[in-house]
């Protein structure tokens, strides 16, 4: 989903509401918002933003009492967290799931035969799987005894008294340790091999690879693709010398890893020197640029992804172009300042959408099409762009201010999690302080005051932005 769309939904999510919609307010106690049409309370807050429930315009329901709890229902799948990131359900159909900090986890998905597959880790000590089938199921505790199936990029991992005995099985290929990781015995499928490490070691399989080391990582040979004319090979005496070739390049490092060369035909031509690696690097071929003269200054273009620093690690700029979309991304000092922008490709004319954030006072979000928002404080938001709990349960506990534009001359400005809020949009205008308003539109020209009561709203106290 490209950038700006991104923004336009996020918009969206945050300003949609009914302009008949009508609010009454009890600030700091409680704020909803009703349907007048079906006099449903669709929205809620209590003590601030302590507590918020609201149903979203897609149907999902949201039920937060923050920092501790939030709950999310979209159709049949609900998720919940409390005291996040420690404690999280989530319940989908027939399948549930329980994580404790991502260390102890616990699923049961049943099937629509009626078949049920369960999960239970407690890491490192305890992994365990039942499908009612031996051969799927298994046991496993950790470093007594176990085996473990089909995980961790392995068919089966098995040991006992660990690390007295490991063995580990791929594609009929098993590497077995006793004790681990000193000696290693390579068997099955036609690899073969034995390592005492890291004094010496070989494994390989005729006409695929075979690989050699002493004194690892000091001296080692690995070749692969040996039935190819040209293979693979990376040879190394470190620290003195190392090299990497194959079919269409070679590499070369001297006196690892500061001085070396690299020098490419296949697939497109590339040519690098190297002088106190990683400080001074000068790279030049097809669709591949690197000038570094670290930590000074560096720029690199790989592929059309144009990056420069500036007095690393002060100042980083980050150039490219992807889904009809030119990009760009600046940042000082990491997470001091950061922004992204983007503009159209096919449209040049139009207006970028970017965010900003100044860390940790601002954020501003705008999508090119005259939504916007701005947030004082925002010290979370670019440590976690993509984290809904983190943004739903601790984000709105620094917004002081907040302010929301639908449309050019369409704005809305709140102040303390609502005790102060205006709104001015050519329709109408309004001033709340806590339960104290005063409006103005067509039909009171000269304005008029009220103590709660229900009064015309047409934004909501808007959650907080999902930011792409």
């Keep these: 989903m490209s950038f700006r769309f991104s923004l336009w939904l996020l918009f ?3 300003l949609a509401s009914s302009a008949s919609a009508t609010e009454r307010s009890a600030w700091p106690f409680w704020i909803g918002q ?17 507590y918020t429930g609201q149903i979203n315009p897609d149907g999902s329901t949201q039920q937060i009492f923050r920092p501790l709890w939030y709950r999310l229902t979209a159709g049949d ?20 799931s329980f994580t404790f900090f991502q260390l102890i986890n616990h699923s049961r998905d049943t099937a629509s035969t009626g078949e049920s597959t369960q999960r239970f880790d407690v890491w490192p000590f305890y992994f365990s799987r039942e499908t009612g089938d031996p051969a799927t199921s298994y046991h496993a505790l950790f470093p007594l005894a176990g085996t473990i199936k089909n995980r961790f ?16 099985d791929k594609s009929g290929m098993q590497i077995t340790s006793a004790p681990w990781p000193l000696i290693r015995v390579i068997q099955g499928a036609g690899h073969h091999g034995f390592e005492f490490w890291p004094l010496f070691g070989s494994r390989e399989h005729p006409g695929d690879y075979h690989n050699q080391f002493y004194l690892w990582p000091l001296i080692y040979k690995q070749e692969k693709n040996l039935s190819e004319p040209e293979p693979d090979v990376k040879l190394g005496v470190l620290p003195f010398y ?20 690299t020098h490419r035909t296949a697939p497109a031509k590339y040519d690098e020197t190297r002088y106190l690696w990683p400080l001074l690097v000068q790279g030049r071929g097809e669709n591949h640029y690197v000038n570094r003269f670290a930590p000074l200054y560096t720029h690199s273009n790989i592929k059309g992804h144009d990056k420069t620093w500036l007095l690393w690690p002060l100042f980083r700029q980050d150039r490219w172009s992807a889904d009809g979309l030119a990009q760009e991304k600046n940042s000082l000092l990491f997470f001091l300042y950061s922004s992204m922008e983007q503009r159209s490709l096919t449209n040049p004319a139009a207006a970028p959408a970017y965010k900003r954030h100044l860390w940790p006072l601002l954020s501003v979000w705008d999508n090119g099409a005259g939504l916007r928002q701005t947030q004082l404080l925002s010290p979370l938001e670019i440590f976690f762009p993509h984290n809904d709990p983190i943004r739903q349960l601790y984000t709105p ?18 102040l303390l999690w609502n005790l ?12 709340h302080f806590g339960p104290l308003g005063w409006r103005r539109d067509a039909e009171a020209p ?3 005051f009220f103590f709660f009561a229900s009064r015309t709203q047409s934004a909501k106290p808007a959650p907080v932005p999902s930011t792409p």
Excluded: C, M
Excluded at 242 to 261: C, I, K, L
């Design 12 to 14: 969206t999510v945050a």
């Design 34 to 50: 009703e349907d007048p049409v079906t006099g449903q309370i669709t929205a809620r807050q209590i003590l601030g933003p302590l």
């Design 77 to 96: 799948k609900t998720t919940t967290h409390f005291l996040y990131p420690f404690f999280s359900w989530q319940r989908d159909g027939a399948s549930t």
């Design 153 to 168: 990029g392995k068919d089966r991992l098995t040991w006992g008294l660990f690390p007295l005995y490991f063995n580990t």
């Design 242 to 261: 190392a090299r990497d070739s194959g079919p269409g390049y070679q590499s070369e490092t001297y006196v690892w890893p500061f001085f070396g060369y």
């Design 397 to 414: 506990l620094f917004a002081v201010y907040r302010f929301d534009q639908r449309a050019p001359g369409d704005t809305r400005h709140s």
């Design 420 to 431: 102060l809020s205006w709104k001015n949009s050519p329709a109408e205008k309004e001033f």
């Design 446 to 448: 000269r304005g008029k």
